[in-house]
């Protein structure tokens, strides 16, 4: 068979899936004409192929191997003509029969080895067999074996169960790591700084904070801004936030560094104080509760009930042992006590009770409904609270001279219940502190002219204890300064409880805004309209007042003393709580209530002392305390005249700057983009996504670096070659000039030579 | 509980006895011929009232029956039973006009005589015609002779006033009814005859209604230039009468003249001497009305009058926020201050005036003069020298000077206005805030006051409720006593526990 048609045997199969019928037809008739040409020898088995043939009009896939046992099997003129006739299109097969001894050869090794492997097959089979049988007779003896030495084992002994135990018992359990005082210190301070910061931002407005850091110049500045000296104004002011070092070489901020560390020191300070106040006062209390105090507490509470004569003395000591009080065992005052349903019962209950043990009995209330117990208990410490509202309200409401004092006490062991009672539920309890407050309110407007009750005062003071009063706004507070403000500039004020109720209403809105520093006008017309009332006038002249003050009348001098009274001898006293109820002014009150107005005019300049525009609080106080006669009055208020009318002084020089708008930052001018415009190449270049654009741009970028360099290098070679071809010529030039220096004198020796060998012939001739 | 029983057995008894009265009253109408004593016992439960009967109950009953009488015409017969009632009837007249004094049932008799009127001028009564001015005359006699201002009677009557028929015939009444002796020998009586001349309102929207009370006045329609004929000529009496008054009627007299007379006189110039002499001599509410006199004058008569912002300058000052009539001086120096032609430095030093009497006032002041001063700086842009100062002016305590008296001397341009600094500081958050306009760049609109002049500090209460900050911020120290952990005042000054 030629080469062209066996190739075409091997390949006309794998043509055939794709060549059409036609074509099979002209391959087919090419064997037929091939095939006679040679006899073909088979030296190798056919490698075994496959594809697809016509077999009965229709495509089947055609493997050699197929048919290979047939091409064995069948006579040597018909090899393969099963195949043939499949894969050539029915082309005749070929035969081999000289090749027969070969055949039957192979044909006796193929027998030969299947023979082998089925016995190697039988072999394995019977070993395995063979094992098995061994295995199963050998298993009772392991079985035995490992049931024996489980047998041998001895009881465990005393150590062992040690060993086991200690194995499986738990090894303690997790628990918080231990906190040393100093965290638990550094934790509570943290939290408080939280609590303070949350303060200062609600005590600004709304939009404060944003005008005043624009107002503020700003922090950082990069050594290339370009400001160029626009803040030049605001430069000489300390506080710049600069990184240097100090005297002491530290580094650090300079001055403000050095303000904060102190502050801070002294807020420590405090928290410590603070800290340490509520740890004695732990103290005292565990110390109470131990059996042996009650004895002394009786003694106390003796003391505290015939103090009147000497008030100030006891007053220390009282105040000790109402700290101490409070948590001490009464055996008469049942542990559990139920809350009570109505304000009948309420008050029926603490009625039979001293003041102490109406404490307790509050707190007891409060321990045993405590929401955290039952959900019920929700609805009864808002109750509790209202009756509590309500308690106070009856007490102060018409207190009389004698017990007030008490009323006040009880008060203030009251307050930290009412605290703990108002963190309960914050918005229920000041919703009905509000509507008691709405109430009073209303009330008062009907009639503004006189004074509301001092029930409506002691929620004043209830408020400034229990809620943040620095707010800028607050649902609670701010509705109170209103009233506040209200009773100070509209009540009419004619006698020594209207004047002391004044005077407390300031102390109070003083404590209301003692951290915010805020103004309020009523309290300076108010502390105004004392001083005024003291100074004695005659009755032509008038000194300009503000309502609900008397310009002139009696009621203008009303605290003014008679000039034969001789009341230098009064030892300074403080503000009397009988002072609220009774109407009559006699001279040590006088002298007490100007004291006293004194000591608050300084408090209330001192607060709004950092307040541009504070001398116009401070100039109307020096028009008027110059006016007051002092001879009359006794050392003490000498002295604190001289220290209000000091501060009025300093204040009322105050230099101020002209208001100015804050400085703002020019506006830039607007910068001019540079238009680019696109040139028009006629090329057509495909639309690709922007990264798909990016990647062919760089890729045309190294194909363009790419061919600088290979031009570079090329050059380089040029050069290089070119040097070297100088090179190469040089020295062939030398050679050359050497090589003909030497041809010159070797045709100089030969000449010579020759000049011999011509003289020599001469000589012969 | 008790009370609440009581009251309902008296309500009880209460409408019994109307019950009772009712039926009576129409048994007695029914009756064909009226029975003279059953009337007699109507007159005469009017005259003493039993405990559980309303007067009120009473006069309404007697002028469903007189009203009926009227209209049967049995008043007005000539035999014994006609004047029998009659005679009835004028003493219900006089017990019903004793009756509007009383501040309960003046309502009530006020209401009962209007009616009668209406039922009488329609059926008059024989001598009678038309409409029973002496009727109207009676009343206002009662009204301006009573010896303390009857102001229940007068709020009623002033209802009916709006009426052109009776404010014809009251004008009418009234000019015979002044007093003959001076007011200051008989002020109660002054009073009485101002508050009646208050009512009689000659406004536009008024003569515009045209409602009578009456309907056969229609006919005869109001005649407007006679009526302010009447009006001048009761005023000059008025005015010759109101010599040397005390201040409380002075008042008076000048807010019935601003009110209701100053724009119907013919010759207002007459009152310039008056209202100079009030200016100058008082202060307080009777100038502030003097100079609401003056500048109607200005306005109208073209007066000029050069002390007139210097007066008002003056008028402003911490003790005005307690008169009767702040609104009333914020509204004149709203106007007055309108004109942008003023001299700068005058308004400059209304401005400190203003922002100064801030720092001193009532919340619901402080707001207005801040908002005003707003304005004024809207108004003379040079002013905003008062805020926006250079940057490079030194330090220095305010050259204003507060005592001066004269505005313009007063440096008030070469200060600024540190007081709406302050104000920020103020703890009413509408107040602070409303002071933060220096801050930014200023309005564009000047803010309307009239809303803000009629507030009260109760409003400013009620707001700040209705505000929406809902966060109840507690205290985080616990108080252990009376006194707060840190800046205790109430402790350290008072001697309370």
Redesign the interface.
């Known amino acids: 068979m030629s080469f062209v048609a066996r190739s075409l045997i091997r390949n006309v199969p794998l043509m055939g899936k794709a060549i059409l019928s036609q074509q099979k037809q002209i391959a087919a008739r090419l064997l037929h004409q091939t095939a006679p040409l040679a006899a073909v020898r088979v030296q190798h088995p056919a490698p075994d192929f496959k594809g697809l043939a016509v077999v009965d009009n229709s495509f089947q896939e055609v493997k050699l191997e197929d048919y290979r046992e047939s091409i064995w099997c069948c006579s040597s003129t018909h090899w393969i003509s099963d195949f043939t006739a499949a894969a050539h299109f029915g082309g005749e097969g070929d035969s081999a029969q000289d090749r027969q001894a070969a055949i039957d050869e192979m044909i006796v090794e193929q027998k030969r080895r299947k023979n082998e492997i089925a016995k190697e097959k039988d072999e394995v089979f019977d070993l395995t067999e063979k094992l098995d049988a061994n295995y199963k007779l050998l298993l009772p003896l392991v079985a035995k074996a490992t049931k024996d030495v489980q047998d041998a084992k001895p009881p465990p002994d005393a150590y062992d169960k040690l060993l086991k135990e200690m194995i499986f018992e738990p090894r303690g359990s997790v628990a918080d790591k231990l906190i040393n005082p100093d965290e638990l210190a550094k934790q509570e301070a943290a939290r ?1 700084e939280k ?2 910061n ?2 200062l931002r ?1 005590m600004r ?1 709304d ?2 904070e944003e ?1 005043e850091t624009s107002i503020a110049k700003p922090k950082h500045r990069s050594a290339d801004d370009l400001d160029d000296g626009y803040f030049l ?1 605001g430069e000489g002011d300390e506080g710049d936030d600069t990184l240097a070092y100090d005297l002491d070489g530290n580094l650090g901020t300079h001055l403000n560094g050095k303000k904060e560390a102190e502050a801070k020191g002294n807020e420590n300070e405090d928290d410590d104080d ?1 800290e340490g106040e509520e740890e004695e ?1 732990e103290d005292s209390d565990e110390e109470s509760d131990s059996e042996v105090d009650n004895l002394s507490d009786l003694k106390e509470s003796e003391s505290e009930s015939e103090p009147e004569e000497a ?2 003395a006891s ?1 220390k000591k ?2 000790k042992s ?2 101490t009080i409070p948590a001490s065992l009464d055996t008469s005052i049942p542990f559990t006590i139920k809350m009570p349903k109505t304000y009948e019962n309420f008050t029926e209950l603490l009625s039979k009770h001293a003041t102490a043990q109406k404490v307790t009995i509050i707190e007891r209330i409060i321990k045993c409904n405590h929401p955290k117990l039952e959900g019920v208990n929700r609805e009864n410490v808002v109750k509790l609270y209202s009756f509590l509202l309500q308690y106070l309200k009856d007490l102060f409401e018409d207190a009389s001279e004698q017990d007030i ?1 008490e009323h ?2 009880l ?3 009251l ?2 219940h009412l ?2 009672l ?2 309960l539920n ?2 229920r309890m ?1 919703n009905t502190l ?1 509507e008691v407050i ?1 109430e009073k ?1 209303g009330e008062f ?1 009907k009639n ?1 002219k006189m004074y509301p009750s001092l029930d409506t005062l002691v929620y004043f ?1 209830l408020v ?6 620095s ?6 507070v ?2 109170c ?3 506040m ?2 009773v100070l ?2 009540s009419r004020v004619r006698t020594r409880q209207e004047i002391s109720m004044g ?2 209403l300031v ?2 809105v ?13 309290i ?2 108010f502390l105004q309209g004392i001083v005024h009332m003291s100074i004695p006038k005659r009755d032509v002249e008038q000194l ?1 007042i ?3 003050f008397e ?1 002139d009348g009696p009621l203008s001098k009303l605290l003014a003393l008679p000039a034969n009274m001789e009341s230098t001898k009064l030892e300074p ?5 009988s002072d609220l109820v009774t109407q009559t002014i006699t001279p040590d009150f006088k002298v007490r209530a100007l004291d ?1 107005s004194l ?2 005019i300084k ?1 209330a300049l001192q607060l ?1 002392e950092e ?7 401070a100039q109307p106080f020096l028009r008027l305390l110059s006016r007051l006669p002092l001879d009359s009055y006794p050392e003490h208020v000498h002295q604190h005249h001289k220290e209000a009318t000091e501060l009025a002084e300093k204040l009322a ?11 703002k930052k020019p506006k830039a001018l607007r910068l001019l983009e540079p238009r680019f415009e696109a040139v028009y190449d006629d090329k057509r270049r495909p639309k690709m996504s922007k990264a798909k654009e990016e990647r062919a741009k760089l890729l045309h970028k190294i194909k363009r670096e790419k061919k600088g360099a290979i031009r570079e290098i090329r050059r380089d070679t040029a050069f290089v070659q070119t040097l070297r071809l100088k090179q190469t010529l040089q020295s062939d030039k030398e050679r050359h000039e050497k090589v003909k220096r030497i041809y010159q004198e070797a045709s100089v020796q030969q000449g010579e030579l020759n000049e011999l060998a011509r003289a020599k012939k001469k000589k012969k001739f | 509980m008790k009370r609440l029983t009581v009251k309902v057995d008296d309500d009880t008894g209460e409408s019994l006895a109307k019950k009772q009265l009712q039926s009576k009253a129409n048994s007695l109408l029914n009756a064909e011929k009226v029975d003279i004593k059953t009337l007699k016992g109507f007159v005469q439960l009017l005259k003493n009232t039993p405990d559980n009967m309303p007067a009120g109950e009473v006069m309404n009953t007697l002028e469903v029956i007189f009203k009926n009488l009227l209209k049967r015409k049995a008043i007005a017969g000539t035999e014994r039973q006609g004047l029998k009632i009659q005679e009835l009837y004028e003493e219900t007249w006089l017990l019903l006009i004793e009756h509007l004094l009383v501040d309960s049932e003046s309502s009530v008799a006020v209401k009962v005589c209007m009616q009668l009127i209406k039922v009488e001028a329609k059926y008059p009564i024989a001598p009678n015609k038309g409409w029973p001015t002496h009727r109207i005359r009676g009343m206002l006699g009662t009204l301006i002779n009573c010896d303390a201002t009857p102001t229940a009677a007068l709020a009623n009557y002033g209802k009916y006033c709006k009426n052109l028929d009776v404010l014809e015939i009251t004008l009418k009444q009234l000019k015979s009814l002044v007093p003959g002796e001076d007011f200051k020998d008989s002020p109660i009586k002054a009073m009485n005859l101002l508050s009646i001349l208050n009512l009689l309102d000659m406004g536009k929207s008024v003569l515009s209604t045209a409602d009578y009370h009456v309907e056969s006045a229609k006919r005869q329609t109001f005649n407007f230039e006679l009526n302010r004929k009447r009006l001048n000529d009761l005023w000059v009496t008025i005015m010759a009468k109101g010599n040397e008054v005390d201040e409380k009627l002075h008042r008076q007299i000048l807010v019935v003249l601003l009110e209701r007379v100053i724009n119907h006189l013919n010759d207002p110039i007459q009152l310039t001497d008056f209202l100079m002499d009030s200016l100058h001599q008082f202060d307080g509410p009777i100038a502030l009305l003097a100079l609401q006199g003056i500048f109607t004058l200005m306005q109208k008569q073209n007066i000029t009058y050069p002390d007139v912002y210097e007066k008002l300058y003056n008028m402003l000052y911490p003790r005005m926020f307690h008169n009767k009539y702040k609104a009333r001086l914020f509204y004149l120096a709203d106007i007055f201050l309108t004109s942008t032609h003023l001299p700068e430095n005058l308004v400059a030093a209304f401005v400190k005036r203003l922002a100064r009497l801030a720092l001193q006032s009532p919340t619901e002041d402080a707001v207005i003069m801040i908002q005003f001063v707003c304005n004024l700086l809207l108004r003379h842009t040079g002013l905003q020298k008062l805020i926006r100062a250079s940057h490079a002016a030194d330090e220095l305590s305010d050259p204003y000077n507060p005592t001066e008296t004269d505005p313009v001397k007063s440096e008030a341009m070469n200060s600024s206005l540190w007081e709406i600094t302050l104000l920020q500081k103020h703890v009413v958050p509408e107040v602070a805030n409303a002071a933060r306009f220096i801050n930014s760049s200023l309005p564009v609109m000047e803010f309307d006051l009239a809303p803000l002049l009629d507030r009260k500090e109760c409003n400013i209460f009620d707001d700040e409720l209705q505000s929406k900050a809902k966060q109840f911020a507690l205290n985080y120290e616990r108080p252990t006593n009376l006194a707060l952990p840190k800046n205790q005042f109430v402790t350290k000054y008072w001697d309370l526990i």
């Open positions: 408080l609590l303070e949350e303060r609600r407005a939009g404060e005008e104004a603070e006062e008030p100030k007053k009282a105040k109402a700290d004092r006040f006490q008060l203030s062991k307050m930290p605290y703990e108002t963190q914050p918005e000041s509000l709405k309110y407007r503004h003071k400034a204890n229990l809620y943040s009063t707010d800028f706004r607050h649902p609670v701010t509705p300064f209103i009233f403000q209200h500039s509209r005077l407390f102390t109070v003083l404590e209301f805004v003692s951290q915010s520093k805020r103004l309020v006008p009523a300076f017309n300009e503000t309502p609900p310009r006293q403080r503000m009397q709580p006293t000591l608050l408090e709004v307040h541009d525009g504070a001398c116009y609080l020089a105050q230099k101020m700057k002209p208001l100015a708008p804050a400085e």
